[in-house]
Nanobody, 124 residues
Framework: QVSLVESGGGAVQAGGSLRLSCQASGNDYNSAYSMAWFRQAPGKEREGVAAIDSDGSTSYADSVKGRFTISQDSDKKTVYLQMNSLKPEDTAMYYC?????????????????WGQGTQVTVSS
């Protein structure tokens, strides 16, 4: 199994920043996995925010390009999401995901493992 534990969420004002972390562990964790961040706001579908492959290639949703940065520390089995210039529409539960490489890394169906989520609330 693979366990993913997110942290770093919270409440900030618009224009502020947060850094989310996702710690992976478990016997089935594969360093070749792609890692991603998804988010889901109340009443909305889960959407891919950012993804990173094992070779460091990244993908971003258009809504966060230039504001969010995904990175990873392979030795620590940790992936980060630096979120700057936050907007009220970024308010959501943010989930970490891990799975095999996919040519569509922001599609949720490609990921086998999910964390429990961390809440991000941005006030205007």
């Amino acid at each position: 199994q693979v366990s993913l534990v997110e942290s770093g969420g919270g409440a900030v004002q618009a224009g502020g920043s947060l850094r989310l972390s996702c710690q992976a562990s478990g016997n089935d964790y594969n360093s070749a996995y792609s890692m991603a961040w998804f988010r889901q706001a109340p009443g909305k579908e889960r959407e891919g925010v950012a993804a990173i492959d094992s070779d460091g290639s990244t993908s971003y949703a258009d809504s966060v390009k230039g504001r969010f940065t995904i990175s990873q520390d392979s030795d620590k089995k940790t992936v980060y999401l630096q979120m700057n210039s936050l907007k009220p529409e970024d308010t959501a539960m943010y989930y970490c995901a891990a799975g095999p490489y996919s040519s569509n890394p922001l599609e949720a169906s490609h990921y086998n493992y999910w964390g429990q989520g961390t809440q991000v609330t941005v006030s205007s």
